[in-house]
């Protein structure tokens, strides 16, 4: 996904109110758009002045100047944080996938039809279906293969190895999602749970159990029944935020 304009740098001051940043560049002071309602945690520092990338979209009627894209950690690598990039990107990486023959993801290509934004009740929408043909979503009894996806900047140490983990808050939210994708399973369905990784310097997958336990056990429980988990390291650059063909290895506690 390319941004409309290369990403300006500057320096992150704070984040307050959660969707409220603070930035310098070139000797002025912007508040922008935070696109993230997680913690942050190892992200952004408290009290630390952080390289960051953002935008700026020009309308000087709104409070918000722009929206922040990722910021640099103390160990030099650029951490992506806008939760609406990984729909996009894996929707650009299904369409790649169905024509290049699957590529690094092979069982994407078992398919000849993709939905986004796909509604399995009057409460629940995931991020997407695949099925052979559209009237097959008319169908509940034809197999399908759900997906969700789940954006993921934690990074911790555990036995000396860099852990990517999801989440970085308790998230009712994926609670109730592994539970719906759990009961599409016993149903004859496939569920898939993406994890897209914005930052390079981590080495396998892990959930945060410290953070939230109930995640931990029901995501457990998941695999055990057949969940599918995927989690792919994302890149950012100030031109574009894409999908790398590498996929971490999952460790399940």
Known sequence: MKFKDELLEGVLLQRYKRFFADVEYQGQ?????????????????????????????????????GTLEAVQVPSGVWVGLNTSSPNKIVQESIQSARLKGGGHLPHWSDYQFYKSEYKISKETRLDGVFCMQETDLQDENIPKHFIEIKNTTLLEKVDGKNMAMFPDAVTERGQKHLKELMALIEKGHKAELIFTIQRSDVEAFTTADHIDPVYGRLFREAIQKGLIVTPLIVEITRREVRLTDKVLPVVVG
């Open 29 to 65: 002071l912007y508040t922008i758009h935070v696109p993230n309602t997680g913690s942050l945690k190892g992200v952004i520092e408290k009290g630390q002045r952080q390289p960051c990338w953002f935008s700026l979209h020009g309308d000087e009627s709104k409070k918000l100047k």
